[in-house]
């Protein structure tokens, strides 16, 4: 399984960013898939997850009505809508999806396999 994000950069805080992650290597559309964060010094921490249709999501309580998760099966891809972006959300985010078809609430341990990240980085 491989899974490959893009979309980091650079943004001014109160600004939007939208982070892609396309997977190849097994069925995309039978597995749940999850959006992770590490700023420096600090352990990774679970950002949003999203089960295998789309029908069951989770959100840390800091991301809540500020990050929107969504995927495409067809295109085998996710996505992580980011607005109002905050100093505090820099850090590298990391892709990654679970054998299962829903998100277990294991934290990363709980994941399988896990993307090369895009660094975000907010400006004050």
């Known amino acids: 399984v491989q899974l490959v994000e893009s979309g980091g950069g650079l943004v001014q805080a109160g600004g939007s960013l939208r982070l892609s992650c396309v997977a190849s290597?097994?069925?995309?559309?039978?597995?749940?898939m999850g959006w992770f964060r590490q700023a420096p010094g600090k352990e990774r921490e679970f950002v949003s997850a999203?089960?295998?249709?789309?029908?069951?999501?989770d959100y840390a309580d800091s991301v809540k009505g500020r990050f929107t998760i969504s995927r495409d099966n067809a295109k085998n891809t996710v996505y992580l809508q980011m607005n109002s972006l905050k100093p505090e959300d820099t850090a590298v985010y990391y892709c990654?999806?679970?054998?299962?078809?829903?998100?277990?609430?294991?934290?990363?341990?709980?994941?399988?396999?896990w993307g090369k990240g895009t660094q975000v980085t907010v400006s004050s």
């Open positions: 990654a999806t679970v054998s299962d078809s829903y998100y277990n609430h294991g934290g990363a341990g709980a994941m399988d396999y």
């Open positions: 290597g097994r069925t995309f559309s039978s597995y749940a």
């Open positions: 999203i089960n295998w249709s789309g029908s069951r999501i």
